[in-house]
């Protein structure tokens, strides 16, 4: 057969191929050892990419609170955030080549080119129907085993198995690879001050592109409100009316709610007395009733109810008068989805539940009408709702449960201002927890943007009062 020949030519050049494999010279230990060196350099590098990118404004409260060189270059690195991306990318693309160039070295060295022509020569005698030559088969299984095999070990040792680790012990790597990042950072700094231009040029570009009728943003139409009224009586006001109808449809009944710690509310079990003593201090006309704690509501109380029975003595069973017909929303309800609600079932107040059921708070229509034309007061409420001591032009004093919101509206900024960092927060002690990471002590200040946060005053459950103060006017 013609097939003998090549097929012996080909076990011959495999017998060596093994012999090779056996007894490895200096040249392939050395490729070897280097190959295994540039990988996890690779690895390294696109782990830290995760986790410097994946630090939350808790980790760098702690990174803060360490002072150690490794913590004070993570931060020195955060404020770069570009250029340390175009960095890391420039990097771990050298690093990649050196890969493919070392490995093919590699593969040539392990592989001689004689055993892809026995191969070569065995699979075309072996299958007639190929028409490829010889030389272009064998270059074909040197390029599919040398991109096959690099693909895996870079996707795999370089990619994923990295990029889990460092999702896990994001600090942990963050601190180790803080130092070479700065090196590379200084020695790339010409290649990633031209990339990140680059970007920049390109995003302008993009931006310009788009249709501007298509992707108005709030910013604009809050400006285009300005210039439309500022110049009418009373402009101010108008103004501020037209904001609260634009955002009307994205603000939450999580955000104009009355925080359950705050409500005024009745044990069932309360003696009538007591119950008109309550009722004449605080002076609301809709008040709920709960067994044991807030989260069993059992009604509401109407006190116009109470008219006709103010004289009876304290046997007087008021438990008569709640009303059962009662309405729980979830926090996440849009304000109109409830305005909507509230209209439909002709009723004032809902009790606002999370997600695990409990009672977080209670909403009114009232609340819901001055999201729109503004504070609504009536001879029971207080001169200033919005509690808070304005110490100079860029220090405010605030109590912890104000909303951000209402902070923003005191200071004269946008209301978005703290949307970046608020996550799930509402109110600014909230916001302190969440960048703290922990129930902050007395005295402890917080930088987030150009905003400064101390905690003036704290009790065993909540934090009562907090500075701001504003550090770039």
């Not at 200084?186 to 302008?204: A, D, H, M, R, Y």
């Not at 709030?218 to 609260?244: F, P």
Request: proline residues 3%.
């Amino acid at each position: 057969m013609d097939t003998e020949p090549a097929i012996r030519q080909s076990v011959l050049i495999s017998s060596s191929f093994f012999l090779l494999l056996l007894i490895p010279t200096a040249s392939i230990w050395l490729s070897f050892l280097f190959v295994l060196l540039l990988l996890l350099s690779s690895a390294l590098i696109s782990g830290s990419e995760v986790a410097f990118f994946s630090l939350s404004h808790h980790d760098f409260a702690r990174l803060r609170d360490d002072n150690d060189k490794p913590s004070q270059r993570i931060l020195k690195l955060h404020d770069k955030p570009r250029t340390l991306l175009a960095t890391i990318l420039i990097s771990n693309n050298f690093i990649n080549i050196a890969i493919v160039l070392v490995s093919d070295y590699l593969l040539q060295q392990l592989l001689p080119e004689s055993l892809f022509l026995g191969w070569a020569q065995s699979l075309k005698q072996t299958f007639a129907f190929l028409t490829t030559s010889v030389d272009a088969l064998s270059r074909t299984m040197v390029f599919s085993i040398n991109v096959i095999g690099v693909t895996f070990l870079l996707v795999l040792f370089g990619e994923v198995a990295p990029k889990i680790y460092a999702k896990l012990n994001n600090i942990q790597l963050a601190k180790f690879m803080a130092a070479p990042l700065d090196l590379l950072m200084k020695l790339f700094l010409p290649f990633s001050t031209l990339l990140v231009k680059g970007t920049n040029i390109i995003e302008k570009r993009l931006e310009k592109r788009s249709q501007p009728g298509s992707m108005t943003s709030r910013a604009d139409i809050d400006e285009a409100i300005e210039l439309t009224v500022s110049h009418e009586l009373n402009a101010r006001q108008e103004i501020d009316i037209l904001k609260g109808i634009v955002k009307f449809g994205d603000v939450t009944v999580r955000q104009i709610m009355q925080a359950r710690v705050d409500v005024k509310a009745i044990e069932f079990d309360t003696p009538y007395h007591d119950l008109l003593k309550m009722i004449k201090e605080w002076g609301y006309s809709r008040i709920p009733i709960y067994k044991e704690d807030f989260d069993h509501i059992t009604g509401i109380l109407y006190v116009k109810d109470l008219v006709g029975y103010l004289d009876l003595n304290n046997q007087f069973e008021w438990q008569s008068l709640i009303r059962t017909n009662l309405l729980f929303v979830p926090e996440s309800k849009k304000i109109n989805d409830m305005l909507r609600e509230f209209q439909q079932k002709r009723m004032h107040l809902a009790f606002v539940v999370d997600e695990y059921g409990g009672t977080a708070g209670v909403v009114t229509l009232e609340d819901i009408m001055e999201e729109v034309i503004g504070e609504i007061r009536d001879e029971f409420d207080d001169e200033e709702e919005v509690e808070y001591t304005k110490l100079d032009e860029f220090k405010y004093q605030f109590e912890g449960k104000t909303f951000l919101n209402d902070c923003c509206r005191v200071m004269k900024l946008p209301t978005d201002t703290f949307d970046p960092a608020r996550k799930d927060a509402d109110s600014l002690a909230g916001l302190v927890l969440y960048l703290a990471g922990q129930f902050p002590k007395k005295g402890a200040e917080y930088n987030w943007d150009r905003f400064r946060f101390k905690v003036i005053n704290v009790d065993k459950r909540r934090i009562s009062q907090i500075l701001i103060t504003i550090l770039e006017p």
